[in-house]
């Protein structure tokens, strides 16, 4: 049989098969041992899934609570050992919230769920209404764990409706009983109508909810856009988007072209905490034409050789930062840097630019985004920028890059 090393020759690449062959004690032993690299004892850990030898489990329990092992290996072997009652105490204690290694918190959390400690329901919850995913399927599991033992009606009770998390779980488990969750869509907090409307299922429901139900504007909004998911009929969703009354968000300094770009490429995946309105403007509005990138970096390229300025070849936002990507291309003027937009006829510099430069691009047909324009904030459209989920500015919005 092959090693332990072989079977996990270099990182990320292990053989799963071959690792379930292997014997549950010499896994165990393995990783047991913090001498060995991460990287192969965690692979370990996932093969000894449903054989864990009784006599390891201290030493696997020791690996758990040692804040100094590495976090990959310490979340697996909770998940091994999630039904090992004699970890709660210690998983409560108080002491755990001082371990703030990466990810342990959410996986504390999450054992205790799936031990049944009705006492972290709460926290369980806010980690499920999370934006990030990780910590989002934390607070699943665990509050997962919580239902299949005690029943979705107890952890209810338990939880109430005061917070806005407990009402997203509350959507959750009456989806989950095939239950009617349209009256959420009217829920003061977007986090909660966003979930609501992400589990519409009932095309004539929503339709009626928009007619005879739904109190405001902005519950009309989320029906129309849940509606708009299920059939995917353009053409309802702007006669329903007529009969509201075009409703959008307005945002002063924004004219309509700069509008128009921005809404289509954002509008769709922006963020829970957005308005709805952009999410069915970017349904029912007409989209701009997309430039010929090409074609426009020629001819801004085409524009500042004319004016003599020695430009030196375009190069996207993710070569120009060397990872990811955005919409933006970097054209360099001597020191200066140019920046044009992949939304539109956009250009800006990074710092102040040479009068030469904007002249010659706008005189190629290009529209010169200068600071105060830039600057303007498109109101509750949430975009996820570097860590962050808020409203974005223009500046952002037209020459954006994240890695």
Not at 68 to 97: F, G, K, N, Y
Not at 133 to 153: E, F, H, N, P, T
Not at 172 to 186: G, I
Not at 236 to 252: D, F, M, T
Request: aromatic share 8%.
């Amino acid at each position: 049989m092959r090693s332990l090393e072989a079977l996990m020759a270099q990182a990320g690449f292990d053989d799963t098969a071959g690792l379930r062959d292997v014997g549950a004690e010499e896994l165990a032993r393995y990783v047991a041992d913090p001498g060995h690299p991460w990287w192969r004892r965690r692979p370990c850990v996932i093969a000894l899934t449903g054989r864990v030898p009784e006599q390891y489990v201290p030493g696997l329990i020791a690996c758990v609570q040692n804040p100094q092992d590495t976090p990959e290996v310490r979340m697996a072997l909770l998940d091994l050992l999630a039904d090992r009652v004699e970890l709660l105490p210690w998983l409560r204690h108080e002491d755990r919230a001082s371990d703030t290694s990466y990810g342990m918190g959410e996986a504390f959390l999450k054992a205790r769920g799936l031990l049944g400690d009705r006492s972290a329901a709460r926290e369980l919850a806010t980690l499920a209404a999370s934006s990030w995913r990780s910590a989002r399927d934390a607070g699943d599991a665990g509050l997962d764990g919580l239902v299949d033992r005690y029943g979705a009606d107890a952890i209810l009770a338990q939880l109430g409706e005061d917070r806005p998390e407990d009402r997203e779980f509350r959507v959750w488990m009456r989806y989950r009983a095939d239950e009617d969750v349209t009256y959420a869509l009217a829920d003061p907090d977007r986090r909660v109508a966003y979930v609501a409307q992400s589990l519409a299922s009932d095309a004539d429901r929503l339709r009626a909810y928009i007619q005879e139900s739904a109190t405001t504007t902005e519950a009309k909004v989320w029906a129309a856009y849940a509606l708009y998911g299920l059939t995917e009929d353009r053409a309802e969703a702007r006669a329903v988007y007529e009969r509201l009354g075009r409703p959008r968000v307005e945002v002063e300094g924004l004219d309509e072209e700069l509008r128009r770009a921005i809404v289509h490429e954002y509008g769709p995946g922006c963020e829970r905490l957005s308005d709805p309105r952009w999410r069915i403007e970017a349904v029912c509005a007409e989209p701009p034409a997309r430039p010929d990138v090409d074609e426009q970096l020629r001819r801004a390229t085409a524009a500042l050789t004319g004016a003599g300025l020695a430009p030196k070849r375009p190069v996207s936002c993710g070569e120009d930062n060397q990872q990811g990507d955005g919409t933006y291309h970097v054209i360099e003027v001597g020191g200066d840097r140019l920046l044009i937009s992949t939304l539109g006829p956009f250009a800006s510099a990074e710092g102040d630019a040479p009068d030469a430069a904007w002249r010659a691009l706008e005189s190629a047909g290009f529209r010169w985004i200068d600071g105060e324009t830039g600057a303007i904030r498109v109101t509750d459209l949430c975009v996820y920028y570097f860590g962050g989920r808020n409203a974005i500015t223009v500046d952002t919005a037209l020459f954006y890059w994240q890695d």
